[in-house]
């Protein structure tokens, strides 16, 4: 019960995020399976409210940083990939700590998305306008023939 409430706050403080956030960067530490838990259920709960206030799903990074301490691994790259794939998301483990380099592919690798998710809205909204359009002039049509008959 208490869970469920939970759950139904943290849906609602996404919600209002997705009406403003283009994107998302979500990061773990490979060495750190509970930060890849909260990943796991932060994924579940974007994807959840998708469709709620964006009719596009808006697009996510999953982040494994702390590459560099593979010694300490907990959390296979597999396990990251695979999660990445089944949320539809990108992917990148990096290390933070060693270089900017795996940070801006991250961050880069989300622009990139967001102009594909744009460029998706716009064709969206282009071809809902042209159905429109078409239901408006056959409708009339329709109602016209109608008003001839009757
Ligand atoms: N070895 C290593 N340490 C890192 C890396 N990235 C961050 N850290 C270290 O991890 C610790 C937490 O980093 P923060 O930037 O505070 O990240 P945070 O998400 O706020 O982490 P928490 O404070 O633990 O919740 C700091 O000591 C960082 O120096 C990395 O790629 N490799």
Known sequence: MVQEQNEGIADHNI???LQWADGFI?????????????????????????GIKC?????????GNKRDLRHRRTVSSEEGRLLALAADC????????ENYHGVLLA???????IRETRALKKGAAGIKGIVRSVTAVFGRKRNDAKDTQD
């Open 90 to 97: 990108g992917f990148f483990e990096i290390s933070a700590a």
């Open 55 to 63: 009719p596009v799903a808006p697009p996510i990074i999953i982040v």
């Open 15 to 17: 919600n209002k995020r």
């Open 107 to 113: 961050f880069h690798g989300l622009l990139d998305l």
């Open 26 to 50: 979500l990061v773990y530490s490979i060495c750190d399976r509970a930060s890849f838990a909260v990943v796991e259920q932060q994924v579940q709960r974007i994807r959840r409210a998708k």
